[in-house]
């Protein structure tokens, strides 16, 4: 292959990263019917990968749909979940509030366990929470990439299982999934939620979302009808054991091209140089670079310190605060000029006083490409440019 990608500013932020030239080359791959061998094979590869990436048994079942990530909330209560249901969410960001939200207008009863701003509830929190009522579901965001805060979810699926085994424990895992470890079976998580343009390393486009045999049994027996038609899992779970089978099935067009750039990321991730175990420990040590960085420059995270010392923080990025004097103006547009993109503080109660960096995908895995040291390098500047002296 003789593709290379135009020459474009660096994109380090945690919501988007680099895709390899091989990813996005099969994302211009030539228009094919459904009905073609070659899709249905790769389609099936696909689905087979998913569960690889999440250390998932042939029990469960991935769904790829066109939409984004968070159209998986709606899939699980439309499918899984019943009108009238209590729902635990953990409050660990943004991104956790509007899990909750999306839950509201199907009539579940939600309880949510909060915490202040770059902290987690404690795991004897949550218990004591799963003893005060029957819930139908705990939600966790393993990620929240608007504080940077990382769910033990090992943890946390083991308490629910201990104090409340008829739980179904419910994962967002879009800024997790591919970067994050994640082990479906072993951790008997029963839903998972993701998409593609994070820790798998594809353009952004599809829905992707994981049931474990507790998941798939509550949509077979759910009384209520599903609300929707093209959300309905009874109508889209026959067509992906189809293309699982090596056959067509049809029920909505599938987004032919992404699958095909899917395929090629999660052959690298499987497949390639870098296992997925080096993978998970390659994010971890940019991690630790940055945050190590951080500390060295004078600055604090949004995370607390306490997270920061129980491994509490996400890899796959970093909130870093403002220093005194410094604002967001002083060093988003002004890394941006220099040709690296990051991401200003996206939480409600403070958005102004943090910014964010990613590190993830081949922007770590690939060593050679320099990406974590050119963020560095050129944050040190932009900081002394702005007048600040750690």
């Known amino acids: 292959m003789s593709f290379k990608q135009a020459p474009h500013d660096l994109l380090m932020v945690p919501g988007f990263i680099e895709f390899s030239d091989e990813v996005l080359w099969a994302n211009a791959h030539p228009a094919v019917g459904l009905m073609s061998d070659e899709f249905v094979s790769a389609f099936g590869e696909v689905l087979d990968g998913l569960r690889r990436v999440m250390y998932a048994s042939k029990d469960s079942q991935p769904v790829v749909l066109s939409g984004s990530g968070n159209m998986g909330w709606d899939l699980a209560t439309l499918n899984v979940l019943e009108p009238g249901d209590n729902v635990l969410v953990l409050q660990t960001g943004h991104f956790s509030d509007l899990w909750e939200e999306s839950l509201l207008p199907y009539g579940i009863k939600v309880t949510k366990l909060t915490a202040p701003v770059g902290q987690r509830p404690s795991i004897e929190e949550i218990k004591e929470a799963l003893k005060q009522k029957k819930y139908r579901a705990i939600t966790i965001t393993q990620v929240d990439t608007s504080t940077g805060v990382l769910s033990d979810v090992k943890a946390i699926s083991a308490a629910t299982h201990e104090v409340s085994p008829e739980t179904l424990v419910f994962v967002d895992g879009v800024c997790s999934v591919g970067a994050e470890e994640l082990r479906v079976d072993d951790w008997g998580i029963d839903f998972v939620l993701t998409a593609p343009q994070q820790g798998l390393g ?49 029920f909505a067009t599938p987004p032919t091209n992404l699958i095909f750039a899917m395929q090629v990321s999660l052959r690298e991730m499987l497949n390639g140089p870098v296992s997925l175990e080096e993978r998970f420990e390659k994010t971890k040590q940019a991690s630790s670079k940055v945050k190590a960085f951080v500390a060295e420059m004078g600055m604090q995270q949004l995370v607390s310190e306490e997270l920061l010392r129980t491994n509490g923080a996400a890899n796959s990025m970093t909130t870093v605060r403002y220093p005194k004097g410094i604002t967001a103006a002083d060093i988003v547009p002004k890394m941006a000029e220099r040709g690296v993109v990051i991401g200003g503080g996206i939480h409600h109660t403070c958005k102004d006083d943090y910014f964010r960096i990613g590190h993830i995908g081949i922007s770590v895995t690939d060593e050679s490409r320099g990406d974590v040291d050119k963020v560095l390098s050129n944050l040190r500047e932009v900081l002394a440019e702005a007048g600040y002296k750690p």
């Open 202 to 250: 594809c353009p952004p486009g599809v829905s992707i979302i994981l049931l474990g045999p507790r998941a798939l049994k509550a949509c077979e027996e759910r009384k209520a009808p599903v609300e929707s038609y093209f959300f309905s899992l009874k109508r889209w779970i026959p067509v992906m054991r189809s293309f699982e089978g090596g056959k067509l099935a049809y």
